[in-house]
């Protein structure tokens, strides 16, 4: 273990977990209080995607070279600077006086984001090499990013309600300088050999995934427009130029040439379709327990604790199953209590009895919950050690970059809609097909794969 201080142990562990925790909250957080912000800074449905959105598309875009950035610059260094710009891209977004100003304040914070969730799991992994201890801090992480999901909407709906949506934002500026003063303990740490920057891709990438968010997002409020068209046409074309791009890069962004590995490539396209499909869900959710069942903020959050729980309880059983049964087993089977998760909304509207609703958001959750962690093992079975890193971060970069999309995509369904319910039906529905082709598609390549 390199730590040898227990002063410099507790501040290492307290800005990590602080510092994740933190920004992994602002994910499920703000889908309880979209009604109201929408109200007070008259946003229409595009608006509030965008709300989501412009976090997850600068996530999505940077995190990648996110590991490559504390790499090159600092681990300590690239962390501190990200939780610290988060911090104040927080305070922007309680300021904001209109939804443009808040969008922008959100994507800034994704930014940050994008240095900070990967910068804890890298001062964690350099700070305990040792197997068992290593395992048992992300373990530990793993709780923490739970506990986030679970305690955005519960906190997040009482103080909107209470003292306006604001708060929300204004809750992470102590834990930032919480952050900020247990991290001066940690020491630095760097290895420049691995923190190559893949420039020409990152670029291409961030152009690819925006340009085609906002030709999807701005087709539910505009329709196919010559603005939209064009949008879209540039994130094609980004996007191939990006394949071209990472293929012939010396230090590519996206290892695109281990897609040649069947598991590999059963593990990205199930973690996009999941993230596409299943994770807009907490969003979905939250707009559909107040606009279509006329909850509160508060009530919406204690609502939607069966989504979170069972999320969070099947995640954690997930590991067993997958070292008692396989994960080639358990993967096909959470895409499938997903998408069937998914075809239950087609059962909801603003007067279904809550226990069927319950069970609806458990089914979804327990999907997720089950999906991940297989996901992530069958992505890396059989690659040597030396490209377990990049393959991980791109399984989960492949998952970012499908919710951010599925937020774009299912949001226009339901803003095409005649009425709410109606157009979440939709989106539902397109969700659980989309589901049910990933899991025929997994399991058959996992079953030719042996």
């Not at 939209?228 to 890069?249: D, I, K």
Request: some cysteine; proline content about 4%.
């Amino acid at each position: 273990m390199t730590l040898t201080s227990p002063a410099t142990r507790v501040g290492l562990l307290t800005a990590v977990f602080l510092g994740s925790f933190m920004a992994l909250l602002d994910v499920s957080v703000v889908s309880v209080a979209l009604p109201t912000i929408q109200r007070d800074l008259d946003a229409g449905f595009s608006g509030l995607q965008w709300i989501i959105d412009g976090y997850a598309v600068a996530l999505s875009a940077v995190i990648l070279s996110g590991g490559s950035l504390g790499d090159r610059y600092g681990r300590k260094r690239v962390y501190l600077t990200g939780v610290a710009v988060f911090t104040l891209a927080s305070l922007a977004c309680a300021l904001a006086p209109a939804l443009e100003w808040l969008v922008a304040a959100r994507v800034v914070q994704g930014f940050a984001a994008s240095t900070v969730i990967p910068g804890s799991v890298a001062l964690l992994a350099h700070e305990f090499p040792e197997p068992r201890e290593r395992a048992k801090m992300m373990g530990l992480w793993g709780t923490v990013a739970g506990t986030a999901m679970v305690l955005g909407p519960l906190a997040g709906g009482p103080l909107t309600d209470a003292f306006g949506w604001p708060t929300i934002f204004l809750v992470n500026l102590p834990i930032g300088v919480g952050v900020l003063v247990a991290g001066r303990r940690v020491g630095e740490s760097r290895d420049p050999s691995h923190g190559a920057l893949d420039l020409p891709g990152q670029v291409l990438g961030a152009l690819w995934i925006g340009a085609l968010t906002f030709a999807v997002i701005e087709a539910g409020r505009t329709g196919f427009d010559a603005l939209t068209l064009t949008t879209g046409a540039l994130g094609l074309a980004a996007l191939s130029a990006f394949v071209v791009v990472e293929l012939r890069a010396e230090h590519p962004m996206l290892p695109i040439r281990l897609f040649g590995r069947a598991r590999f490539a059963a593990a990205i396209t199930g973690s996009a379709g999941l993230g596409f499909a299943a994770y807009p869900a907490v969003f979905l959710i939250g707009l559909y327990l107040q606009e279509a069942r006329g909850a509160t903020a508060t009530e919406a959050g204690v609502q939607m604790l069966p989504y979170v729980l069972v999320n969070v309880l099947a995640a954690f059983s997930a590991g067993r199953l997958s070292a008692r049964l396989g994960a080639e087993r358990v993967l096909p089977a959470g895409y499938l209590t997903a998408a069937l998760g998914a075809f239950a909304f087609l059962l909801l509207d603003g007067s279904t009895p809550y226990w069927l609703v319950a069970l609806t958001f458990a089914l979804a959750g327990a999907g997720v919950g089950l999906s991940v962690t297989p996901t992530n093992i069958v992505g890396l079975a059989g690659l040597p050690g030396t490209r377990a890193g990049i393959a991980s971060a791109t399984v989960n970069a492949a998952r970012q970059t499908g919710t951010t999309l599925g937020v774009a995509a299912l949001g226009t369904l339901i803003a095409r809609g005649t009425t709410f319910t109606g157009g979440l039906h939709l989106a539902m529905g397109v969700a659980g097909l989309v589901l049910l082709a990933v899991t025929v598609l997994t399991a058959v390549t996992l079953r030719r794969a042996g």
